[in-house]
């Protein structure tokens, strides 16, 4: 039989999902972090009176805010939308990573084990069954052995470029 034979159907979603996550990652967190982007907008009312209207820079269907005789209001669907945007950042942006370190963690000296070389090393991690049925690692395995978080640094890299910029802009 194949050794992918051998693999569990359920591992290899696994591995699928795994990979996925981190394909979209970046795209994802950036629509995430997009929730809390206003644009300004000043207006004055027939009475002659100033305001300042903040909407979505994604949707100007959704108000930020209003600025009217010095008093803010803020919208409670905007609200809503801020506090689950904050809870989807800690989930996605930071949450995939982490959980993807601590799944690694748990099998790094697998991932790397200790051998005189580096070809002894790779022998070692190819014919390792635990590896083979780890839905974290086998997405990992394609890099060197001393190598096994380099895609952790990617992903910060890539979170780093695409969403993290746009917070601070």
């Not at 989807?88 to 084990?113: E, H, S």
Request: aromatic share 12%; proline share 4%.
């Amino acid at each position: 039989k194949k050794r992918r034979d051998r693999i569990p159907l359920a591992v290899r979603w696994g591995q699928f999902l795994i990979s996925f996550l981190i394909l979209i990652l970046p795209s994802v967190s950036k629509t995430i972090c997009e929730s809390f982007r206003c644009d300004l907008y000043a207006d004055v009312l027939a009475d002659g009176t100033k305001v300042e209207r903040q909407f979505l820079r994604t949707d100007y269907a959704m108000s930020c805010g209003e600025l009217l005789n010095g008093e803010m209001t803020i919208p409670a669907s905007y609200q809503s939308m801020k506090l689950f945007a904050g809870c989807m950042i800690a989930i996605y942006p930071f949450g995939v990573p982490l959980t993807i370190l601590i799944l690694l963690l748990r099998v790094r000296d697998r991932l790397n084990p200790k051998a005189e070389s580096e070809a002894a090393q790779l022998e070692i991690t190819t014919n390792d069954e635990v590896l083979a049925h780890s839905v974290v690692a086998s997405v990992f395995r394609k890099y060197r052995p001393k190598w096994w978080a380099y895609d952790l640094f990617d992903i910060a890299r890539r979170l780093l470029l695409t969403t993290f910029v746009m917070l601070f802009s």
